[in-house]
């Protein structure tokens, strides 16, 4: 399997789900540069999906977009049955949100600060960011938060520590019950791998 995604956080995600649904055991990545090389690409990933499944991973960015009016720009065609499109609403962050309880076990914060239905978070990242400004352990704000006077949307250890949350504690199906958007990926690979 070929995984097409936009950064390590959702290359992160899109492993911690191929793993969860025993669809591949050793899936090799591409991208990782950005949603405009995927959306480059998105249209010669779907013609050679008959040689085996990829998993094209994206998210919104914002709520004016819609997931399938994205993929239609994207490929232009019908997909193939083993061209597995995805998107995350609104951004992967959401999705590692949507394991609320691990999350605030994470980030030391109350379980009722993370909403119930993470696709309605407008921006997760910053979302997510926020939430750390509020942790009580102050190597958590240091890694998430970015330094005073920055640029950067986040802290310099956000990426790193967002990984290892999710290779070692976010799950999946405790997170689908909080982002439709997530519930329709896991169904969705759950079915491509009783394909065989």
């Not at 926020?130 to 330094?147: D, G, I």
Request: one cysteine or more.
């Amino acid at each position: 399997m070929i995984l097409a995604v936009e950064d390590v956080l959702s290359e992160a995600i899109a492993r911690a789900l191929i793993l969860y649904t025993k669809i591949a055991e050793f899936p090799r990545s591409i991208g990782l540069t950005g949603a405009g090389y995927l959306k480059s690409k998105a249209e010669a990933l779907n013609r050679p999906a008959s040689a085996g499944p990829i998993f094209l991973l994206t998210d919104l960015d914002t709520d004016r977009a819609c997931p399938l009016d994205l993929i239609q720009k994207w490929v232009r065609g019908p997909l193939h049955p083993n061209f597995l499109f995805r998107v995350a609403v609104m951004e992967i962050e959401s999705w590692i949100l949507a394991d609320r309880e691990a999350c605030a076990a994470l980030l030391r914060v109350p379980l009722t600060r993370i909403p119930g239905d993470t696709d309605n978070i407008p921006n997760p990242k910053e979302f997510l960011v926020n939430l750390a400004r509020r942790s009580s352990v102050k190597r958590l704000r240091e890694e998430f938060v970015p330094r005073q006077g920055s640029t950067a949307a986040v802290g310099p250890g956000y990426n790193s520590r967002l990984q290892e949350f999710v290779r070692e504690q976010w799950n999946p199906e405790r997170a689908s019950a909080a982002s439709a958007s997530l519930r329709r990926t896991l169904a969705r690979l759950a079915a491509m791998s009783k394909q065989g």
